[in-house]
């Protein structure tokens, strides 16, 4: 038996058994959506999803829909027929659908549409009679001619909007809507006629052809630009592909009885328990999210058309306790006729996520671990972006009010493209920019992205700027134009609101929180903490089974790291600690030592520095781990290049400028990070090490004595590949650790082990593991000794391994699980099967990483280690993952 590549909207819930997993794999988010009010008895217009396996098959049969699923495709049209009454490209009674995507996870505005297809010549008029509205045909066959053209010959939408505001201008007036049959039947020829100059051929009337044109358009666009961006921002796997749903078309265009709308179950900004949402009276869906008019809040429809309203409340009410979440939907209103197009769970801000998980939980839907498991780990890094500092908002004075759309604040330069604001942000003097846009488009997702905050004049709090906004965690007011005086020319790059112009460069500032628009620099601060933060966090780290430290360097990042709830430090890197301006000179006089007494001498000066960072480490981490790292960085780094410098610190060491230049030189690696460093160093001068754990135990001897904490210090010997390397380096610090305890006459515990960063070390973990008390995978050094090119220098190529499906994301910021991730897990295995005692942890950058952080439960390590700001987010990730796999 063949395939199944398409199934009618009722017919999904009982093929799936409504199990919302698979059924959101199969059919998509909105297909899911789509099939479960089907079922349950709601107004849904109905159709099919042609599934995201179909989309797979697209591409591998080369971008081609094969003859198996174009006949299953209008098999499955036959079967709308019969269920509508209306026949596909019928002149007297036309079937007009809408082929919409949906992929698995919600990407809003990423992916293409197209309303109104089946329209031709004669249908638009059999559609006219049928209706007795030729206003109305019209307007849908100028639409459908727009977005073909647009999504499926890739045309581009300007030259259609220039023909309609070319053709408001010469009527006098300001909406499409005033626009009546005539001027609508004018533009259909003009659109028509651009289409044969543009395309060299007829605008297609059959049909057929325009479905399978649009059906491959919505497969196309999974791969399109913005789609791409999207997706890596969102770690969406380019293999899931995107469903289409072809679905009975219901006019919201129809008259001032009919309109459209989205509206979601809750506030996504602030997660209040409310119904909101807007609607426009008598348009399309487009004309909502695209922000081309201003429109109405749902409440107004409660005035306009009562039993809609409460209609449309009582279906709200139902999918929420459904879907046990906040439900974003969209729904069209035909000649007072209510239908719903979409549910699904709805994007919010982390404020939003936190309030409404807190909420339900209380409400009795859904219990503790069901909340944790509905907050985006990477929302929790907006909770900590910048606010307005109080003392200079107060002195500052709004100079207009938008829509607060997505919380934060965001000062700036003003830029009026996304194209600039990428540009720009590459210049220091710019790094802070400001997004000031008419509208944003799906093709503005990258400077989006990059700039501190985004400004639009139209649109509402459902806009694409919004919505996308949102997602990301950016600063965003939108419908600037709404309540003033506002004048906007992109090309010109000048804005004007109640008087007060700005071009390109001045600063703004937008408080996205408020809607509220400020003519200068206002300071921001640090975000403040969260109510529901500590109850929910509690919640997750109830879960979780990982522990999660931070990588600390200093006092001041350690401190941050513990109020963010970090259980230790997985990673000091004593080398930060030697490059202070006190300590510098000794450091560079120990590189210069011609002997070990010269070395020894200048490592003296040294010690009394490393000892002093370790105590006030010591004295904040009380008796949460800390693991030193030994030196590590090749000695090079600590000494200048330039002659001048070089000169100048000659004369400041008292050698001559030969002598420094020959050490300078001396010291020259090819291939430095694969040179002269780590344990190396070590092997080659021993007195560094002897040095750091004098350091290391007499800090830990002096606070434990201080404050009475039990402390363990935990020493890591960096860059072994071999296990006698490890064995060299630390009998040279137990020795010294040893003499050190004894006299002081304690029984302090300390523990000696290794970062596993090269591919040997990983592959002779069993071995290694004989000499160390624990393993941590440097997963920064170890993904760049595996795939053989440096961190530093691959962004220079990886974006054309992107653009050709090579690797879907950046291997040192999501761990390679399949490569990297295979030596991590036969290390952990070798090693515990060695030693069973032996500790295991991350401490790369993947340590923060949600889907890195996954792995490391999955594969029994027992930390993570990251960054102090990224905390919460492994503190999350880690409760995720062991609420969906929990270990023995």
Known sequence: MSKKFLYLFKEGHDAFGGDQTTMKNTLGGKGAGLAEMTHAGMPVPQGFTITTEACTQYYADNREINDEIKADIFKYMGILEEQTGKTFGSIENPLLVSVRSGARQ?????????????????????????????????????????????????????????????MKERKGVKQDIELDAEDLKELVKEFKAIYLEKQGEEFPQDPKEQLIGAVKAVFRSWDNPRANVYRKMNEIPYEWGTAVNVQQMAFGNSGMRSGTGVAFTRNPATGEKKLMGEYLINAQGEDVVAGIRTPSPISKLHEEMPEVYDQFVEIATRLENYYKDMQDMEFTIEDGKLFMLQTRNGKRTAQAALQIACDLVDEGVIDQRTAVLRVEPKQLDTLLHPQF?????????????????????????????????????????WKKVVLVRLETSPEDIVGMQVSQGILTVRGGMTSHAAVVA???????????????????????????????????GDWISIDGSTGNIYGEQVATVAATGNKNFNRFMGWADAARQLLVMTNADNPRDAQQAVDLGAEG?????????????????????????????????????????????????????????????????????????????????????????DDLKNVVASLHEFNPMMGHRGCRLAVTYPEIAAMQTRAVIKAALNVSAETGHVITPHIMIPLVGEVKELKFVKDVVVKVADELIAAAGVDMKYQVGTMIEIPRAALTAGEIAKEAEFFSFGTNDLTQMTFGFSRDDAAKFLTAYYDNKIYESDPFQHLDQIGVGKLVKMAAHDGRATNPNLGLGICGEHGGDPSSVEFCHNVGLDYVSCSPYRVPIARLAAAQAAIKNPRA
């Open 106 to 166: 919600s990407m809003p505005g990423m992916m293409d549409t197209i309303l109104n297809l089946g329209l031709n010549d004669q249908a638009v008029e059999g559609l006219a009679k049928k209706t007795n509205n030729p206003r109305f045909a019209y307007d849908c066959y100028r639409r459908f001619i727009q977005m073909y053209s647009d999504v499926v010959m890739e045309l581009g939408k300007s030259f259609f909007e220039e023909r309609i505001d070319a």
């Open 389 to 429: 500092d109080a003392a200079a908002l107060k002195a500052a004075e709004a100079i207009g009010k938008g829509l607060a759309a997505s919380p934060g604040s965001a000062c700036g330069r003003v830029v009026f493209s996304a194209e600039d604001a990428e540009e720009k942000v590459k210049d220091e003097a």
């Open 470 to 504: 949102r997602g990301m965690g950016t600063c965003c007011v939108s419908g600037c134009g709404n309540d003033n005086e506002v004048k906007i020319d992109e090309e010109a790059k000048t804005f004007e609101i109640n008087g007060h112009k700005f071009v390109e």
């Open 569 to 657: 430090i997985g990673l000091c890197r004593t080398e930060h600690m030697f490059f202070a301006e006190d300590r510098i000179k000794a450091v560079r006089e120990m590189i210069c030592a011609r002997t070990v007494e010269e070395r020894e001498a200048a490592l003296a000066k040294v010690e009394p520095f490393q000892q002093g960072d370790f105590e006030a480490m010591y004295r904040i981490m009380g008796e949460r781990p800390m693991t030193i790292r030994y030196l590590d960085p090749p000695l090079h780094e600590f000494l200048p290049t330039k002659d001048e410098d070089i000169k100048e610190l000659a004369a400041d060491m008292g050698m001559t400028f």
